[in-house]
C-alpha cells in the first residue's frame, strides 16, 4: 500500500508542476501510460523553453514494442533552430529520434541508451522533415514534440 500511496503523490506533485508551469498538455488518451509519456515530454518541454525556445502544442505518438517505429512529418525552416525531443513511459529503456529531410536522408540522430532522444537541428533549407522514432529496448507508450527558436 506504501508503494501505491507514494505512485499517487508523485503523480500528483507531477500534475502540480505541470499545472504551474502553465503546460498545455494534448492529453486525450484514456491509457494512463501514455499520459505518463506526455507528462514526461511535458517536463522536458520545460527545459527547452528556458532557453528560449517554444514548442508546438501538440505531440505525436504511439505505442510501441521492441524494434518497432513510427514516422511523423513535419516542415522545418530555415532560420530556425530546432529541439525535437521525446520521451517515454516507465516500460521504455532505449527511444531514440532519427531526423530526416524530403528524400529520406538521414540528418541527426539520437544515440543515448534512455528513454528521452533530443536532436537538436538548424535547417539549411526549409522543407518537409522525417522524424523517426524507434524502440529499441522496452515497449510502451511513446511521444514526440518539436520545439524552436
Known amino acids: 500500500m506504501l508503494k501505491k500511496t507514494k505512485q499517487v503523490r508523485w503523480w500528483i506533485g507531477l500534475s502540480g508542476v505541470v499545472a504551474t508551469l502553465g503546460l498545455a498538455l494534448p492529453i486525450q488518451s484514456t491509457q494512463a501510460s501514455d499520459r505518463e509519456s506526455l507528462l514526461k515530454l511535458a517536463i522536458a518541454a520545460t527545459k527547452f523553453r528556458s532557453e528560449g525556445y517554444s514548442c508546438r502544442s501538440r505531440a505525436s505518438g504511439e505505442r510501441l514494442n521492441e524494434d518497432d517505429s513510427y514516422t511523423v512529418k513535419n516542415t522545418l525552416y530555415t532560420g530556425n533552430s530546432y529541439a525535437i525531443i521525446g520521451a517515454g513511459d516507465s516500460d521504455v529503456i532505449d527511444l531514440d529520434i532519427e531526423l530526416y529531410d524530403e528524400n529520406f536522408n538521414l540528418i541527426d540522430r539520437d544515440t543515448q541508451t534512455d528513454p528521452y532522444p533530443i536532436v537538436k537541428v538548424s535547417p539549411g533549407w526549409?522543407?518537409?522533415?522525417?522524424?523517426?522514432?524507434?524502440?529499441y529496448r522496452g515497449y510502451g507508450y511513446s511521444n514526440v514534440m518539436i520545439c524552436y527558436k
Open 126 to 135: 526549409s522543407g518537409r522533415f522525417y522524424i523517426r522514432a524507434t524502440m
